[in-house]
C-alpha cells in the first residue's frame, strides 16, 4: 500500500510512495475504475517481479 506522490496524466507514469518509504514506478493511461490518479490518493498495487513496477492498482476509498 502507499500514496501516489506523483503522476503525469499526459505520459501515464508516476510514482507511489510506499507506506514502508519507498517509491515504486506506476504507469497507468487513463481512469483507473472511474478514478484519474493524482497526487495524494492512497492505493493498493501488487509489485511486477520482472519488472519492478505496480501492478493492479486500486484506489483506496
Known sequence: MGTIG???EAEGFGKIETDFGEEVLVYQK???NGINLKAGLK?????????SI??????ID
Open 43 to 51: 492505493v493498493s498495487f501488487d509489485m511486477h517481479q520482472a519488472l
Open 6 to 8: 506523483y503522476y503525469n
Open 30 to 32: 487513463g481512469a483507473l
Open 54 to 59: 505496480a501492478v493492479n492498482v486500486q484506489v
